[in-house]
T-cell receptor
Framework: GAVVSQHPSWVICKSGTSVKIECRSL??????MFWYRQFPKQSLMLMAT?????????EQGVEKDKFLINHASLTLSTLTVTSAHPEDSSFYIC???????????FGPGTRLTVT | TQLLEQSPQFLSIQEGENLTVYCNSSSVFSSLQWYRQEPGEGPVLLVTVVTGGEVKKLKRLTFQFGDARKDSSLHITAAQPGDTGLYLC???????????FGQGTELSVKP
């Protein structure tokens, strides 16, 4: 399957600071990428759809000003958690969509801990 | 709104036993994907089924897509401890590439 990388794999930050997570599609150009959040032993919760060259589309209940998404190139999408709080601590996962097969390939995830 | 009901959500079995995980919906999906996820890692795609009635085999794993493309199952034969993990089904519908995820099945295979 296709390879998607995420950086960093884990990050600890203080409350009130901002954290940027990068998602790269290494095998194909991904015009569409997705950002998910996952709580322990639960399924993935879609946060937003990231489209190259346009604004992201956020799911209901997700604050767009808090979770800033930028998809400036065909291989890179970034998620910035602004003014992070302890309740933002979670496992964040991105995926890249292959429009030919409609398959999504996931990154390894980023563990965010806000203290 | 498309929903995908996955069951069971938790399964603990002994090595060598067989098991089946189900995903059901009232909606039709253009394709359905099965993923396996280990703790602290991202989901890994196991298989994609596209055609109604399709059956795909991956070693000891058998995947079926319902004739009406509304449901799917994953059957594992002679489970091994290495099969332990979170299994996720996800349907591709009519929402611009988005996947609708089931709740997940946490499988534990004890030696």
């Amino acid at each position: 399957g296709a390879v998607v990388s995420q950086h960093p794999s884990w990050v600890i930050c203080k409350s009130g600071t901002s954290v940027k997570i990068e998602c790269r599609s290494l095998d194909f150009q991904a015009t569409t990428m997705f950002w998910y959040r996952q709580f322990p032993k639960q399924s993935l919760m879609l946060m937003a759809t990231s489209n190259e060259g346009s604004k992201a589309t956020y799911e209901q209940g997700v604050e767009k000003d808090k979770f800033l998404i930028n998809h400036a190139s065909l291989t890179l999408s970034t998620l910035t958690v602004t003014s992070a709080h302890p309740e933002d601590s979670s496992f964040y996962i991105c995926s890249a969509l292959n429009w030919n097969s409609y398959e999504q390939y996931f990154g390894p995830g980023t563990r965010l801990t806000v203290t | 709104t498309q929903l995908l009901e996955q069951s069971p959500q938790f399964l603990s079995i002994q090595e060598g036993e067989n098991l089946t995980v189900y995903c059901n919906s009232s909606s039709v999906f253009s394709s359905l994907q099965w993923y396996r996820q280990e703790p602290g890692e991202g989901p890994v795609l196991l298989v994609t089924v596209v055609t109604g009635g399709e059956v795909k085999k991956l070693k000891r794993l058998t995947f079926q897509f319902g004739d009406a493309r509304k449901d799917s199952s994953l059957h594992i034969t002679a489970a091994q401890p290495g099969d332990t993990g979170l299994y996720l089904c996800a349907g591709a519908g009519n929402q611009g590439g988005k996947l609708i995820f089931g709740q997940g099945t946490e499988l534990s295979v004890k030696p």
